[in-house]
């Protein structure tokens, strides 16, 4: 019975062995070829593609990345081309990658402008992270935020404190964002719709119940053809204050709305 067992780890030492060394064998073999096919450039790359660049130019795109036709796929870096490209202010998100076609490909998520500022006749592009995307010489389709800023960078955020930040991104997802013309940042925050309409947000907090609240009050507005001027949602119980034909800037609690 010993015999036996000894017998039977021999014979699966002996074929593990024999594995090992064809599996070495292998490798070696599948090296000296990929050495062999990269020194005739099998794995050259013979061109490069751009995809998700809307804003930004493909030839731009492919100078920062550093990739040049006729470079071997080993000899690239992806991750550091990778962070070179996110360095670029209008990218949000840069992934490279080889296909069979031997193409490099570059695949890009751009940052999307959804605020402005001006200074001095130009304009900055925002995202909904604060960050500047953009120098423009003309005024965008997209609200414009009002406030004493005194340095503008591309590529940097015009604002460090995260209550604002989120503010802005919170902002974005509502439906009054289409609605906004100037967001007012110098005293009471204010928004300021294409519509005339001032909305007093006030201090920064509690904004899931201050934008759902305003939404209510939005569509009661639409609803019922109010002249509304002022919306108020820095109050405890908000306010709309409207122009009536006889009198003008009249509080109206808004209690049935709650």
């Known amino acids: 019975m010993k015999r036996q067992v000894r017998l039977a780890k021999y014979e699966y030492r002996r074929k593990r062995k024999r594995f090992m060394n064809r599996l070495f064998l292998f490798s070696v073999i599948i090296l000296i070829a990929i050495f062999t096919l990269n020194k005739v450039g099998a794995f050259n790359v013979i061109s490069v593609r751009v995809e998700g660049a809307e804003r930004l130019k493909s030839t731009e795109v492919i100078k920062v990345s550093g990739i040049k036709v006729g470079q071997s796929y080993f000899s690239i870096s992806p991750n550091s081309r990778e962070r070179d490209l996110e360095k670029i202010p209008l990218v949000k998100s840069a992934k490279i990658s080889f296909n069979f076609k031997r193409e490099a490909v570059i695949k890009l998520e751009e940052r999307i402008p959804k605020f402005q500022i001006e200074n001095f006749l130009e304009y900055y592009m925002l995202d909904e992270d604060m960050k500047i995307i953009s120098k423009e010489s003309s005024k965008a389709e997209v609200p414009e935020i009002k406030d004493n800023l005194k340095k503008l960078n591309l590529g940097e955020k015009i604002y460090k404190d995260d209550n604002k930040i989120e503010f802005f991104k919170e902002l974005v997802k509502q439906p009054v964002y289409s609605k906004i013309e100037n967001i007012d940042l110098n005293?009471?925050?204010?928004?300021?719709?294409?519509?005339?309409?001032?909305?007093?947000?006030?201090?920064?907090?509690?904004?899931?119940?201050?934008?759902?609240?305003?939404?209510?009050?939005?569509?009661?507005?639409?609803?019922?053809?109010?002249?509304?001027?002022?919306?108020?949602?820095?109050?405890?119980?908000?306010?709309?204050?409207?122009?009536?034909?006889?009198?003008?800037?009249?509080?109206?609690?808004?209690?049935?709305?709650?």
């Open 187 to 258: 005293g009471t925050y204010s928004l300021f719709t294409k519509d005339g309409i001032q909305i007093v947000i006030g201090k920064l907090e509690n904004l899931d119940y201050k934008f759902r609240m305003l939404e209510e009050i939005l569509k009661d507005i639409e609803a019922t053809a109010k002249n509304a001027r002022i919306i108020e949602l820095d109050k405890e119980d908000p306010i709309v204050m409207v122009d009536d034909h006889n009198r003008e800037n009249i509080e109206e609690n808004l209690d049935e709305i709650q």
